[in-house]
C-alpha cells in the first residue's frame, strides 16, 4: 500500500486497531434529522472524543472548523431520500476532486445488495475505488439495507463480501447475531453502525458484542447523538471500542458524566 493510502488508513483505524467513527451524514436524505438540527454544535462538542468524522461535503464547509484535528471520511453517495420512491438507489454525488481539494482522509458510498438497484450501486462503488485509488483514498462502502430485507449474517456477511470484493477498503455494515461470520468472511475491516436510536444499555451491548466478533469499531451516530447526554454517550463508546470496557462499566462512564453539567 502506498504511503498516502496507508497513512490515511492509520488515520481512520487507531494503532489498537480500532476506530470510533462519528456519523453525521444523516441530512444528506434524512433532512434535518433529531440532534443533528444544527450540525455545528453537535459536532464539535461530540469530535474531541471520535477518531474519525463523517459528514456529507456541505455540513463539512458549513459546520465543522478548518481547524479540527480529526481525520474526515467524506459521504460520497446520495440523489434519493426518506420520502422518495427510490431510497435505495444512490448513485456518485461527490467528485473525487472536491473530496481531495476537502482534505479527506476516505470516502464513503453506500451499496444495495439485493434491491432493484444492487447493479447501480455497485458499479458506482466500483467507480468511485477507482477514482478513489488514484490519490490513495480509502473507500467505506456501507451496506444499506431495505426495510423488507432479512438483516441476518448471512445477508450481511454477503453484501460485506461484496463490498470488499470491489474494492472497499473498510465496510460499514449492521450488528447481527453471529456478527464473528460477518466479519472472518470479509477480507477488509469492518465497522458497525448504530441503526435507529436504542435504550443506551442495549447500544452499548451491540458495540461490545461486534468488538468481541471482531469488527474494527464503530461508524455510530444516533445512537450517540440522539442520546439524553451525547458526550456521556461517546465517552461510554469510546471505553468499549479502546479500552476493552464492558457494558457495564461503559454503562457507568454514561451514568458518571450524565450527572455532570451538559
Ligand atoms: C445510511 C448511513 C447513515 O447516514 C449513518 O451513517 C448511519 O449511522 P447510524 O445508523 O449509526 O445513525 O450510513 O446508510
Not at 434491491?115 to 485509488?133: C, K, W
Request: aromatic residues 6%; hydrophobic residues 40%; contains cysteine.
Amino acid at each position: 500500500m502506498d504511503w498516502g493510502k496507508k497513512n490515511r488508513m492509520d488515520r481512520i483505524i487507531r494503532p489498537d486497531g480500532h476506530t470510533l467513527m462519528l456519523a453525521v451524514d444523516h441530512g444528506y436524505f434524512l433532512g434535518p434529522t433529531s440532534g443533528l438540527e444544527k450540525p455545528r454544535k453537535m459536532i464539535m462538542q461530540l469530535a474531541p472524543y471520535a477518531d474519525c468524522l463523517m459528514p456529507t461535503r456541505g455540513v463539512l464547509r458549513n459546520c465543522v472548523d478548518t481547524n479540527i484535528d480529526i481525520p474526515v471520511v467524506l459521504r460520497v453517495s446520495g440523489g434519493t431520500s426518506v420520502i422518495g420512491k427510490e431510497i435505495l438507489h444512490e448513485g456518485i454525488t461527490v467528485s473525487m476532486k472536491d473530496a481531495v481539494r476537502l482534505n479527506v482522509a476516505g470516502v464513503a458510498f453506500s451499496i444495495m445488495v439485493g434491491s432493484e438497484y444492487e447493479r447501480d450501486t455497485i458499479l458506482g462503488l466500483s467507480q468511485v475505488v477507482d477514482q478513489a485509488e488514484e490519490y490513495g483514498i480509502p473507500v467505506v462502502a456501507v451496506t444499506a439495507v431495505g426495510k423488507d430485507m432479512a438483516r441476518d449474517d448471512r445477508y450481511f456477511a454477503l453484501a460485506s463480501r461484496i463490498a470488499a470484493e470491489h474494492g472497499a477498503s473498510i465496510v460499514k455494515t449492521y450488528y447481527c447475531d453471529r456478527f464473528e461470520r460477518v466479519v472472518d468472511t470479509c477480507t477488509v475491516p469492518v465497522v458497525i453502525a448504530g441503526g435507529k436510536k436504542l435504550p443506551e444499555m442495549e447500544a452499548l451491548e451491540m458495540a461490545y458484542k461486534a468488538i468481541e466478533a471482531g469488527a474494527a469499531g464503530v461508524d455510530m451516530g444516533r445512537n450517540i447523538f440522539q442520546a439524553d447526554n451525547p458526550v456521556a454517550m461517546i465517552k461510554a463508546v469510546r471505553a468499549i471500542v479502546h479500552e476493552k470496557a464492558t457494558p457495564r462499566e461503559a454503562y457507568n462512564i454514561l451514568k458518571a458524566n450524565s450527572r455532570k453539567k451538559k
